[in-house]
Nanobody, 114 residues
Framework: QVQLVESGGGLVQPGGSLRLSCVASGSDASIYAMGWYRQAPGKQRELVAAFISGTITTYLDSVKGRFTISGDNNKNTVYLRMNSLKPEDTAVYYC????????WGQGTQVTVSS
């Protein structure tokens, strides 16, 4: 069983930056293939960014050039650096396995507003 704990969200003005963190723990914990997902109010959850083996990455078109996913194997932690944030990035952000998510954590709220 893997536990995922996300953190780093908050309220930020348009154009601002945040760095999200996700710590994976448990006997089967691994960050070999991980993704960041988000769910905005009234919308379906969507994949924002993902990596495999820390090298192969994929991004949602609307965040390309603004978001960067990375990982630290020593800490079993996945990061999402978000720059040039827009109001439409407002959502609860979750990390999970990629491409098939497992159980979801509590997520971290990101609100982009002036």
């Amino acid at each position: 069983q893997v536990q995922l704990v996300e953190s780093g969200g908050g309220l930020v003005q348009p154009g601002g930056s945040l760095r999200l963190s996700c710590v994976a723990s448990g006997s089967d914990a691994s960050i070999y293939a991980m993704g960041w997902y988000r769910q905005a109010p009234g919308k379906q959850r969507e994949l924002v960014a993902a990596f495999i083996s820390g090298t192969i990455t994929t991004y949602l078109d609307s965040v390309k050039g603004r978001f960067t996913i990375s990982g630290d194997n020593n800490k079993n932690t996945v990061y999402l650096r978000m720059n040039s944030l827009k109001p439409e990035d407002t959502a609860v952000y979750y990390c999970n396995s990629y491409p098939v998510p497992g159980s979801w954590g509590q997520g971290t709220q990101v609100t982009v507003s002036s």
